[in-house]
Every structure is written in structure tokens, then in C-alpha cells.
T-cell receptor
Framework: GEKVEQHESTLSVREGDSAVINCTYT??????FPWYKQEAGKGLHFVID?????DRKQSQRLIVLLDKKAKRFSLHITATQPEDSAIYFCAAPNTGYQNFYFGKGTSLTVIP | GPKVLQIPSHQIIDMGQMVTLNCDPVSNHLYFYWYKQILGQQMEFLVNFYNGKVMEKSKLFKDQFSVERPDGSYFTLKIQPTALEDSAVYFCASSADWVSYEQYFGPGTRLTVL
């Protein structure tokens, strides 16, 4: 089955509201969870990550929550702005190896 | 921040031809990766590379695929011969170390095999 499942394929929010994107993973040993942003025609841009020794991390308007028991992690974008519109990917490492499993991506649209 | 460049951005070729995708990694990085993303699907790992050698590869990394980085120049992915199912966007990434998982990605090369 899917190693990393990203639950929302599309998401629309009004400017100023919060957006939440959820991912689940299967490997209990996973210890690092990055989030990437992809704008049209561009590569993946790292936005934030969380390691398994914490359950919350914040960087400006971005918050990542990690629930190890549920094997779930989420990206919260607060006070959204139109420039937040992009595709967001979650990922988790293939434990024991140096590569990632990616979610299918969430296309976020922030409506002005 | 650090940038990974990929050349070309688009490539269209006929099935059976050879293609080389080029990646210019972050200058002090030593570990290199290729991922493949078929339209509408998630990105999947192909191969990683360090010190002139393939370290790990997935089942997607067929015998027709090869990677190299001659003399510190571009990190390349060569497909010979190409097949229709090779049509995808190929992303290159690089990292400074093997343990932090912090990979920097390029913008991708869209390969279309006709």
C-alpha cells in the first residue's frame, strides 16, 4: 500500500484563513518529515520539516504537527496569502535508506 | 538558498533514442538523487549516487538507465533506449550529507517520449 498518503488532493481557502494538509505514513521507524512546495513550472522548494523527537514545530506562519501514535503529520498554514497557492508535498524517509516516499500532493488555492 | 539547476527544462524525443538529463547540484554537495514524477502521480525515487557509485536504486531504475558525474561536472541521468513509459518529469536533488535527509531539488526536466 501507500507508504505516505496525502489526504487532500485539492484545497481552497480564503485569504487570511488557515489551511491544513494531512498526511499519514506506514513506517513506525520514520523519524523525519519534510514538506515541500511546488509552484507552477518550478521545482520542489523545502518549506519546513519536523523530526520525531518533537510533536510541534513552527516557522513564521507554518506549523507542523506530528502524532507518532497515529502515524500522522500535518501542515498548517496560518493567515494564508495568495502567494501560498501551490502544490504541497509531504514526505517520509524510506527507513534505512537515503530516499523519500512522497505523498501525491495537495493543490492549495488561496482566494483573495 | 542553495539552488539545483536542471538542463534542459523540456525534452521531446522519439522512442528508442537516447536521452541525457543534466543536473547541476549545489556546489559543495556530495550526494545526488533522481526522482521521477509521472503526470498526476506522486514523485518516486529512482537512484542516489555518491563518490562515483550508485548507492541505492529502486525497481523503477531499469537497466536502460545509468547515472554518472564525470570529474565533478553535471550529474547525469541517461536513458538508452527510451520507452514511452519513460515520459515523466525527472527531478534531481542533492544533499551535503547522508544522514540529515535535507535534500535540495531542481525544477525538473519534462521528458516526452513519442
Amino acid at each position: 500500500g501507500e507508504k505516505v498518503e496525502q489526504h487532500e488532493s485539492t484545497l481552497s481557502v480564503r485569504e487570511g484563513d488557515s489551511a491544513v494538509i494531512n498526511c499519514t505514513y506506514t513506517d513506525t521507524a520514520s523519524s523525519y518529515f519534510p514538506w515541500y512546495k511546488q509552484e507552477a513550472g518550478k521545482g520542489l522548494h523545502f518549506v519546513i520539516d519536523i523530526r520525531s523527537n518533537v510533536d510541534r514545530k513552527q516557522s513564521q506562519r507554518l506549523i507542523v504537527l506530528l502524532d507518532k501514535k497515529a502515524k500522522r503529520f500535518s501542515l498548517h498554514i496560518t493567515a494564508t496569502q495568495p502567494e501560498d497557492s501551490a502544490i504541497y508535498f509531504c514526505a517520509a524517509p524510506n527507513t534505512g535508506y537515503q530516499n523519500f516516499y512522497f505523498g501525491k500532493g495537495t493543490s492549495l488555492t488561496v482566494i483573495p | 538558498g542553495p539552488k539545483v539547476l536542471q538542463i534542459p527544462s523540456h525534452q521531446i524525443i522519439d522512442m528508442g533514442q537516447m536521452v541525457t538529463l543534466n543536473c547541476d547540484p549545489v556546489s559543495n554537495h556530495l550526494y545526488f538523487y533522481w526522482y521521477k514524477q509521472i503526470l498526476g502521480q506522486q514523485m518516486e525515487f529512482l537512484v542516489n549516487f555518491y563518490n562515483g557509485k550508485v548507492m541505492e536504486k529502486s525497481k523503477l531504475f531499469k537497466d536502460q538507465f545509468s547515472v554518472e558525474r564525470p570529474d565533478g561536472s553535471y550529474f547525469t541521468l541517461k536513458i538508452q533506449p527510451t520507452a514511452l513509459e519513460d515520459s515523466a518529469v525527472y527531478f534531481c536533488a542533492s544533499s551535503a550529507d547522508w544522514v540529515s535527509y535535507e535534500q535540495y531539488f531542481g525544477p525538473g526536466t519534462r521528458l516526452t517520449v513519442l
